[in-house]
């Protein structure tokens, strides 16, 4: 009799203790949400977060919301419209993502894996100095966004990054020839210089002369030392109806231009 109700007793502590076993082995964000798209993996996957956790504050920590998660979905929507925009902004003339770019400013890569969306968001709404104001839709902004969390996954960055220095204390006299022949007009990240420039009336000559900057040269071409020297001669021999007037600068001072405007490693 008294092994019987011990057995019982037994069996009735497992069907209490099992169940709430297996509930606590569950993410906590499948009991408030429902599960969707598992084939790519857990809740952290596409949202990030800490789904261990059943303190609002601390599961939902730098979560991804549903409209940024596309970026693990590929061929969504929202990231084949971000894609795109990356190329027509030419993100990589300064930025590295998924792998790609030029090392001019912040790499996406590690930025994507590290700031919150919201972070991401404001980077874009509001650029840095040098940064190009896209004057982005909301709708754009979220695309890109999209983009970005999804070129960082690629990228697999891992470890630390060498720092770039961006900006040397010249030797006194010395002056950058973009500064003083290009700088009223235009805005350019530089390898050896960092940061040139103070005009927005022309557009923003960061990265001109590597693979990422649009190509904009005669027919859709890149530019390059060549054109940009052709250019500089007379701009309105190349394209009639630029505003912008022939300038006169010296044979060595292109040549300080053109080394001044390679985009590093």
Known sequence: MGFRSAVLG???ALLVLVPA???AARPSCLRCHRAHYTHLGSCETCHRGDGRSDRLSIAHRDLVRGRYAWSALAGSPPLVRGE?????FACRRCHTLAGKGNHLAGDLDRLGKSATTGQLVRAIRSPAFFMPDFQVPEQQVDDLVVAILAGARK???GGKEAPQLVHFERKRGEQSVFQKQCGPCHKALTATWGGLGRGNIGPNLSGLLSKFYPKTWQQGERWTPDSLRKWLENPRAHRPVTQMQPLLVKKDE????LAEMQPGR
């Open 84 to 88: 795109k925009l990356l190329e027509l």
């Open 254 to 257: 292109i040549e300080r231009l």
């Open 21 to 23: 076993a297996v509930e």
């Open 155 to 157: 990228g697999d960055r």
């Open 10 to 12: 037994l069996i009735g």
